[in-house]
T-cell receptor
Framework: GEDVEQSLFLSVREGDSSVINCTYT??????LYWYKQEPGAGLQLLTY?????DMKQDQRLTVLLNKKDKHLSLRIADTQTGDSAIYFC????????????FGIGTKLQVIP | ETGVTQSPTHLIKTRGQQVTLRCSSQ?????VSWYQQALGQGPQFIFQ???????GRGNFPPRFSGLQFPNYSSELNVNALELDDSALYLC????????????FGSGTQLSVL
């Protein structure tokens, strides 16, 4: 079945890099996503990667995908206090892009 | 700014009542989906609509229903509210031809007492 797992909490110092990890179980995933949710807000799509890619870089964000191990990571370079939020890993399938399966979310705390 | 707006932002209901939540998407966003996010959890897929027809549903009972209108607005209706229905309800839409990108609204926080 579909399952996405991620650690609950990560604390980093401002200016350091953050790495948030995620594992998923369904090898038929087509797209894998990272969403950001700030307190009291909806979900902001940060970045996503197609399953036939192994890396994607977008400014301070780097996504790495290890399809063999079903492992996805998000690296945030030069982490800022504004990056403090909950980060959700998610997956979907080509048959139904809107049926997205989310992890429980990793709370990133950035210490000034 | 995602171009997806939801109303109301907060709502308080009592058990057994019915509730309607609303969502407005951007022009050209023909697919809309609804998610339930309980406190401390990731969002759970409720259902999706395309061209005013439901074409995908998650593990939610029939008392969760929806409507999609030609003007890119939609509704989520929940009958016979239960305490466990208390959650943040999120609407997401996608543009035809760009279906892998979901744009979420800010959600409606529903509290059932």
């Amino acid at each position: 079945g579909e399952d996405v797992e991620q650690s609950l909490f990560l604390s980093v110092r401002e200016g350091d890099s953050s790495v948030i990890n995620c594992t998923y179980t369904d090898s038929s995933s087509t797209y894998l996503y990272w969403y950001k949710q700030e307190p009291g807000a909806g979900l902001q799509l940060l970045t996503y990667i197609f399953s036939n890619m192994d890396m994607k870089q977008d400014q301070r964000l780097t996504v790495l995908l290890n399809k063999k191990d079903k492992h996805l990571s998000l690296r945030i370079a030069d982490t800022q206090t504004g990056d403090s939020a909950i980060y959700f890993c998610a997956e979907t399938y080509s048959e139904s892009y809107q049926k997205v399966t989310f992890g429980i979310g990793t709370k990133l705390q950035v210490i000034p | 700014e995602t171009g997806v707006t939801q109303s109301p932002t907060h709502l308080i209901k009592t058990r057994g009542q019915q509730v309607t939540l609303r969502c407005s998407s951007q022009s050209g966003h023909n697919t809309v989906s609804w998610y339930q996010q309980a406190l401390g959890q990731g969002p759970q897929f409720i259902f999706q609509y395309y061209r005013e027809e439901e074409n995908g549903r998650g593990n939610f009972p029939p008392r969760f229903s929806g409507l999609q209108f030609p003007n890119y607005s939609s509704e989520l209706n929940v009958n016979a509210l239960e305490l466990d229905d208390s959650a943040l309800y999120l609407c997401a839409s996608t543009k035809t031809g760009d279906e892998e990108k979901l744009f979420f609204g800010s959600g409606t926080q529903l509290s059932v007492l």
